[in-house]
């Protein structure tokens, strides 16, 4: 659950003084147009865990980091999952706890030939590039 967000009101009395009442409650979707409440990077899928299906809400990116992994590992995404709600904190999500190991199942694998093959680090491909953006991008504030 998201929290909400406070605000307060201001009313004007009759002699034009404004004076400050108790703040006002709006929901994290009130005040946003109908377009942008609907609109998610997030993808649903339903996984297994343990025999018991469960919807999993992820950027893309992720699913297609943990599909990537079950690739590797030769496992199902189920087993996959089933395994990270096994070792999951007390209290974390479901899916707190597959972006947390999916990150770090990538990041055990970097090593330092392998950020140089793929252009990482200073003067690297990957940092050329996003200069390069970022130069050629009309909104970048001029210095």
């Known amino acids: 659950m998201q929290p909400n967000i406070t605000t307060p009101t201001t009313e004007v009395s009759n002699s034009n003084q404004a004076t400050t009442s108790r703040p006002t409650v709006i929901g994290v979707n009130e005040g946003m147009s109908k377009q942008t409440r609907s609109k998610s990077s997030l993808v649903s899928r339903n996984v297994t865990i343990a025999g018991h299906r469960t919807s999993v809400r992820l950027e893309p990116e992720m699913w297609n980091g943990l599909a990537e992994i079950c690739r590797r590992e030769c496992a199902s995404m189920h087993e ?3 395994v990270i ?4 904190p007390n209290g974390s999500s479901l899916t ?11 990041r ?3 090593t330092e030939d392998g ?3 793929s252009g990482h680090g200073p003067g690297g491909q990957l940092m050329m590039t996003m ?5 050629n ?3 970048t504030p001029k210095k």
């Open 137 to 139: 991008n009309p909104n």
């Open 85 to 88: 709600s096994g070792h999951k």
């Open 108 to 110: 055990a694998a970097a």
């Open 80 to 82: 996959i999952c089933t």
């Open 96 to 106: 707190a706890a597959i972006r947390v190991f999916v990150m770090a199942y990538f």
């Open 131 to 135: 200069m390069l953006r970022k130069e």
């Open 115 to 117: 950020h140089n093959r």
